[in-house]
């Protein structure tokens, strides 16, 4: 082989791996975006329905409630998001629990809550989101980052829902 023909291979081994921004911009709306406009959905639910009926600083907050949903309608979730086969969907919810039982163990501190589980999370999530939307995961790992968007969603969503609404 000359130097010429290396050249051609490695070219079109890079063009086969290479993702096109069609498929970022799929797996951005997937696993960023949607997560997290479910979490502010939910957040808002449990905001505006369950937290009048209880005192203030008491759990299950909006964000418990939110990964409380979630996990209750996993497989659905799992299907919609990840179209994987669905004997896979107890990993999938399996990693979403474990995100979830820590966060929520961190949300019951009390104010100092707010920077562990709100923005450090949302720190870590936006980080972690700028790597894994170019490789594919198994459904655990996916558990972990939509969990980590739940919970932010679910702040936000509380949060907004408190001002606005």
Not at 123 to 138: A, K, N, T, V, Y
Request: proline fraction near 5%.
């Amino acid at each position: 082989m000359s130097e010429g023909d290396t050249e051609v291979f490695s070219a079109d081994a890079t063009d086969e791996a290479s993702v096109s921004e069609s498929e970022i911009f799929s797996d951005m709306l997937r696993h960023m975006m949607a997560p997290l406009l479910i979490g502010m959905v939910f957040g808002a639910i449990w905001q505006l329905t369950v937290m009048p009926r209880i005192e203030p600083h008491f759990v299950p907050n909006p964000v418990h409630g939110a990964f409380a949903i979630y996990l209750i309608a996993s497989p659905l979730f799992y299907k919609l998001l990840l179209n994987m086969e669905m004997n896979r969907a107890g990993e999938y919810a399996m990693g979403f629990a474990v995100t979830a039982c820590i966060l929520s163990l961190i949300w019951m501190f009390g104010r100092s809550s707010t920077y562990l589980g709100g923005f450090l999370p949302c720190i870590g999530w936006l980080f972690i989101s700028s790597f894994w939307l170019q490789f594919e995961f198994p459904p655990f790992r996916y558990g972990l980052w939509h969990g980590m968007a739940v919970n932010v969603g679910a702040f936000g969503g509380s949060v907004l829902a408190f001002i606005y609404l």
